[in-house]
């Protein structure tokens, strides 16, 4: 497999109020926040255009478990069906079922602490 990572698609932790950290980060820090958060547009070495989300969740949010982290990592990925075939192979525990929307496929493994790692084959044009 040529690549497995190809960048951070997102950096997603728990809040005590979401709203308000996506307020705060407006206010002083410039984001351009939407309900979800906020999306960073950069351009790969051939040019492409590609994203990188931040989000903050709420402090009771399941999407990490069975992590017990107040974080998680989103990477991007080039071609997810193969590189969770090849964790699986080396011994990597895959969490739930690959899930595929207009945005992207995505999939999650477990680091060798246990912390959620999402991976996403990313459908960047979706977001235009």
């Known amino acids: 497999m040529k690549n497995r990572v190809t960048g951070i698609g997102g950096v997603f932790f728990k809040s005590d109020d979401p709203k308000a950290s996506k307020d705060w980060y407006k206010k002083h820090l410039g984001f351009n926040t939407d309900d979800y958060g906020s ?3 950069w351009k790969d070495k051939q040019g492409n255009d590609c994203s990188t989300q931040w989000s ?3 402090k009771k949010t399941d999407y990490f478990e069975p992590s017990k982290k107040d974080f998680m990592f989103n990477y ?3 071609n ?4 969770l075939a090849e964790l699986k192979k080396e011994g990597v525990t895959i ?4 899930q595929e929307f207009e945005y992207g496929k995505f999939g999650w493994i477990l680091d060798n602490e246990g912390n959620k790692i999402e991976l996403w084959e990313p459908i ?3 977001f235009k």
């Open 56 to 58: 903050p969740f709420p």
């Open 95 to 98: 969490v739930g079922e690959m």
């Open 76 to 78: 991007r990925v080039e």
């Open 124 to 126: 960047d044009a979706a």
């Open 39 to 41: 999306t960073f547009w």
């Open 80 to 83: 997810l069906v193969e590189l």
